[in-house]
């Protein structure tokens, strides 16, 4: 029997780049779903905010609707950002806030009336001007989005996002 040596060294050679091939083909596997995981977190959060945003603006349209009031906050703690904005996960009354919180497509919103000022910012013709406090929640997944706005009867002053 003749055996020529160099048959097995090519067998060793294209087992080493059947290896090679493989691990390069598993790190582009778990890089694609690395990829993937990433873009679905950002397609969640940016839904949230779309939610939030949508809320403010429901809101921001209860405000300059005729006719609109509120009662202004009971105490200096009642006047702050609402913590429970956090956490909240239904509608109704709620927290140390009491900002009664009003469900919509995707999340929330409250309205707080903090005061009046006759300077609001961008000029103010001396007369005095109701702010009110826009709190907006969007909720998508696990992904949460809370925004807020100051505002006067006649337009936005502010905003913020907190989350």
């Given at each position: 029997?003749?055996?020529n040596p160099q048959r097995g060294a090519v067998l060793i050679v294209s087992l080493v780049f059947l290896l090679l091939l493989t691990l390069l083909?598993?790190?582009s596997m778990q890089n694609a779903t690395l990829?993937?995981?990433?873009a679905g977190t950002l397609k969640r959060r940016d839904?949230?905010?779309q939610s939030a945003e949508t809320a403010l603006r429901i809101a921001e349209s209860n405000i300059l609707s005729s006719g609109?009031?509120?009662l202004a906050c009971s105490s200096p703690a009642r006047c702050l950002p609402p913590p429970e904005a956090l956490t909240l996960s239904k509608s109704g009354t709620g927290g140390?806030?009491?900002v009664d919180w009003v469900a919509t497509r995707g999340g929330f919103y409250g309205i707080q009336?903090?005061?009046q000022t006759d300077q609001p910012p961008g000029g103010g013709d001396g007369q005095f001007r109701i702010l009110y406090r826009v709190t907006a929640i969007g909720i998508e997944g696990d992904s949460r989005t809370v925004i807020?706005?100051?505002h006067t009867e006649e337009r936005r002053v502010m905003w913020r996002q907190r989350q």
């Open positions: 029997m003749n055996m083909a598993t790190s990829q993937e995981k990433v839904a949230s905010f609109f009031s509120l140390a806030s009491g009336h903090v005061g807020e706005s100051i």
